[in-house]
């Protein structure tokens, strides 16, 4: 469902232009046209990443927090503006279901369930999903529908992905979230006492624990879930502080341009990998990411399934 409405959405967008360039043509601007309905996409991208850039650096400014700055910063806009097309124009509205699950066997090892962000699908993974098939590691990646609900009603899907891997494995799998399913995965393990001990370990990146400035402006529910010292997240604490909790790393970056300060990115008790230059969805695919996903499998694979 996220897919057709991404396909519907960039068809929308595409053929907005082209009736605007047509309109500049008729007027007698044809040159103007062309370029505003070849390249009006890929502009909107630019500015829409840069306005997330600028918000970015005055709350850094404002509070006196670390931010990346200078060159650093523009070529994390340049980044993660190309990482956005990517995402948005190709791989989730078109490539969401070319890679379908890899459960694997237990002579595998260890697997992956791979959780996306906020407005996204499967397809986010799909570069990740190449090297994990490379290396036949076992992985699941979900859908997180519908797309502008409760937080709290992805856990079934993550529930239900666990319990895949763990099944085909024989081996408890490790999560990798990005962005809001960091949040999802937060919320699926507070929802039952045994659940920690379902994964190996979490790796969440780039993901709002402390709440996304951002989201003030978002008028979804999931949005609203994730605005700072949302009562959503307070009472989300309050349960994780009586219940035991899976080994965590926690991916950051003082670039994320949608998750700042970096510290809205860390959780307490987790083990910190701070990426130094990495934009938003830039995070999900930085070595350093790849990294702690080793370090979690290596983990997992001297752990049985409960």
């Known amino acids: 469902m996220t897919a057709l409405w991404l396909r519907r959405l960039l068809l929308a967008q595409i053929a907005l232009l082209v009736f605007a360039g047509a309109a500049l043509a008729a007027l007698g601007h044809e040159v103007e046209g062309l ?15 840069g306005l997330h850039v600028a918000l970015m ?30 995402a948005f124009i190709w791989l989730q509205p078109w490539r969401a279901q070319t890679r379908p699950d890899s459960p694997g066997t237990p002579e595998n090892g260890p697997g992956v369930v791979l959780v996306h962000g906020y407005l996204c699908n499967r397809g986010f993974w799909n570069p990740l999903l190449a090297r994990l098939e490379a290396q036949r590691t076992p992985w699941v990646a979900v859908n997180l529908e519908p797309m502008f609900g409760d937080i709290v009603a992805y856990a079934p ?39 920690a001990q379902r994964v190996a370990a979490v790796v969440t990146v780039g993901t709002p624990h402390g709440g996304a400035r951002i989201a003030r402006w978002g008028a979804t529910f999931n949005a609203w879930q994730m605005r700072p010292a949302s009562p959503w997240l307070r009472s989300l604490q309050s349960r994780e502080s009586h219940m035991r909790q899976p080994p965590i790393w926690c991916v950051s970056s003082a670039c994320d341009q949608l998750v700042y300060p970096e510290q809205a990115a860390l959780l307490p008790g987790a083990l910190p990998v701070r990426v130094a230059k990495a934009g938003h969805l830039g995070l999900a695919f930085d070595p350093a990411t790849w990294a702690a996903l080793d370090a979690a499998l290596r983990l997992a694979s001297g752990r049985t399934h409960p």
């Open 35 to 49: 370029l505003l309905a070849l390249f009006g996409l890929p502009l909107a991208y630019l500015v829409l990443t």
């Open 157 to 195: 899907i993550i529930d239900a992905a666990v319990t895949q891997l763990a099944a085909s494995t024989g081996r408890a799998p490790v999560v990798l979230a990005h962005s809001m399913g960091g949040l999802a995965v937060r919320a699926w393990l507070a929802e039952g006492a045994t659940h």
């Open 57 to 86: 650096s005055l709350c850094c400014a404002r509070h006196t927090t670390p931010c990346c700055a200078g060159a650093a910063r523009a070529r994390m806009w340049m980044t993660e503006s190309w990482l956005q097309m990517r």
